[in-house]
C-alpha cells in the first residue's frame, strides 16, 4: 500500500513536500513514481526515484523546481516542490511498480497506486 500526504495551499513561488509511505513490500527495490492530474487533463508523470539503483528521472516542466529523495528506514519517498506555479495545481499520486521501464513507459500497468493528494497554487 502506498499513503501520499503533505499537499495543500500555497502562494506561486511557494513549496511544499508531499511524502509517499509505503507498506507490504520491499521499498527500495520498487521504482515509486509521481503523477499529477488537473482537471480536464490528462495524467502526466512527474519524477521518478529507484534508491536500489539510485535512479531517478524528472519531467522536463519541474526539472530544477521539484526533487524527489527517499528514506529506506521510513519506507518512505518524497516529493519536494520549490518555485511553485499555479499551472502546478493538481492531485498528485504516488505509485509503485518492480519495474522501471513500466513506470517510466506504461505507467498505466503500474502495479500500486496510493491515494492523491491535492496540491493548490494561488497566484
Known amino acids: 500500500q502506498l499513503q501520499a500526504s503533505g499537499g495543500g495551499l500555497v502562494q506561486a513561488g511557494g513549496s511544499l513536500r508531499l511524502s509517499c509511505a509505503a507498506s507490504g513490500f520491499t521499498f527500495d527495490d520498487y521504482a515509486i513514481g509521481w503523477f499529477r492530474q488537473a482537471p480536464g487533463k490528462e495524467r502526466e508523470g512527474v519524477a521518478c526515484?529507484?534508491?536500489?539503483?539510485?535512479?531517478?528521472y524528472y519531467a522536463d516542466f519541474v526539472k530544477g523546481r521539484f526533487t524527489t529523495s527517499s528514506d529506506n528506514a521510513k519506507n518512505t519517498v518524497y516529493l519536494q516542490m520549490n518555485s511553485l506555479k499555479p499551472e502546478d495545481t493538481a492531485v498528485y499520486y504516488c505509485?509503485?511498480?518492480?519495474?522501471?521501464?513500466?513506470?517510466?513507459?506504461?505507467?498505466?500497468?503500474?502495479?500500486?497506486w496510493g491515494q492523491g493528494t491535492q496540491v493548490t497554487v494561488s497566484s
Open positions: 526515484i529507484r534508491s536500489s539503483t539510485s535512479s531517478i
Open positions: 505509485a509503485a511498480d518492480f519495474n522501471l521501464a513500466t513506470m517510466l513507459g506504461q505507467p498505466e500497468n503500474v502495479e500500486v
